[in-house]
């Protein structure tokens, strides 16, 4: 089995749907409850701080490791040169990381701060290290796409919206490259959270990506970070899945 690995930021003691993120280890590695206990006793230890906690799962193992939370660019520039999907196991997070971050550093010598992914069939099903979110009118839209990874802190996003009573259209192939690049668009991932796209960079030039109106009832991606924040749980509380 390939190991899952995910990676999610620790903030004041509590994590953006901790309990989501358990279920998933947990079903991944098949789990016991003793080898969850460690794995939470592991994670409690490094929660004291804000931290980018790693989680690695196969059968019967898991382990957390702790990086450093790098601060994010003050303006998210995304290439608008989708790559070709070459990922063995899009729906496992993290089986393919030496792939995807291989594709990172080309785009990041090119000058963007992430790239998007087109499957074989040409839809574009996610960035290389966050799920897409498409603002369409007042509604939201997001893949449901076969090669698009699962992702927690969406889940709980899309939570967070259909709350405040917002529609959410899912695109069986992806977004259209069109889709995301006139409309406001957003990155979604468990370490940066809820992110707009600020440009495209589109053959060396850095295009402004658009904004949606002011009078939108879509909650901004700025007022759902802070939602997201206030319903994060704390590691401390948390018992084995």
């Given at each position: 089995?390939n190991d899952l690995i995910v990676s999610f930021a620790v903030r004041n003691g509590r994590v953006v749907g901790l309990r989501r993120l358990l279920s998933q280890v947990s079903d991944h590695g098949q789990l016991?409850?003793?080898?969850?206990?460690?794995?939470?006793?592991?994670?409690?230890?490094?929660?004291?701080?804000?931290?980018?906690?790693?989680?690695?799962?196969?059968?019967?193992?898991?382990?957390?490791?702790?990086?450093?939370?790098?601060?994010?660019?003050?303006?998210?520039?995304?290439?608008?040169?989708?790559?070709?999907?070459?990922?063995?196991?899009?729906?496992?997070?993290?089986?393919?990381?030496?792939?995807?971050?291989?594709?990172?550093?080309?785009?990041?010598?090119?000058?963007?701060?992430?790239?998007?992914?087109?499957?074989?069939?040409?839809?574009?099903?996610?960035?290389?290290?966050?799920?897409?979110?498409?603002?369409?009118?007042?509604?939201?839209?997001?893949?449901?796409?076969?090669?698009?990874?699962?992702?927690?802190?969406?889940?709980?996003?899309?939570?967070?919206?259909?709350?405040?009573?917002?529609?959410?259209?899912?695109?069986?192939?992806?977004?259209?490259?069109?889709?995301?690049?006139?409309?406001?668009?957003?990155?979604?991932?468990?370490?940066?959270?809820?992110?707009?796209?600020?440009?495209?960079?589109?053959?060396?030039?850095?295009?402004?990506?658009?904004?949606?109106?002011?009078?939108?009832?879509?909650?901004?991606?700025?007022?759902?970070?802070?939602?997201?924040?206030?319903?994060?749980?704390?590691?401390?509380?948390?018992?084995?899945?």
């Open positions: 089995m016991s409850t003793q080898t969850m206990n460690l794995l939470l006793r592991d994670l409690k230890d490094i929660a004291a701080d804000d931290v980018r906690a790693i989680i690695r799962a196969r059968t019967g193992e898991a382990s957390v490791s702790r990086r450093p939370l790098v601060p994010q660019a003050p303006r998210l520039v995304v290439s608008a040169n989708p790559l070709k999907d070459q990922r063995e196991r899009p729906n496992i997070p993290g089986a393919d990381a030496s792939w995807l971050s291989t594709q990172l550093q080309v785009v990041t010598a090119d000058g963007a701060h992430e790239g998007l992914l087109h499957a074989h069939d040409g839809g574009i099903v996610g960035a290389l290290g966050a799920a897409l979110v498409v603002v369409l009118g007042d509604t939201i839209a997001i893949s449901s796409h076969p090669d698009t990874t699962p992702s927690v802190i969406l889940d709980e996003l899309v939570d967070l919206l259909r709350m405040e009573g917002i529609a959410i259209r899912h695109l069986p192939t992806g977004f259209t490259l069109a889709q995301l690049r006139t409309n406001e668009t957003w990155l979604v991932s468990p370490v940066s959270g809820v992110r707009r796209v600020d440009s495209w960079l589109e053959y060396g030039t850095v295009v402004p990506a658009p904004h949606m109106p002011p009078a939108s009832p879509v909650p901004s991606a700025e007022e759902l970070n802070a939602q997201l924040t206030r319903v994060a749980e704390p590691v401390a509380q948390c018992e084995a899945i």
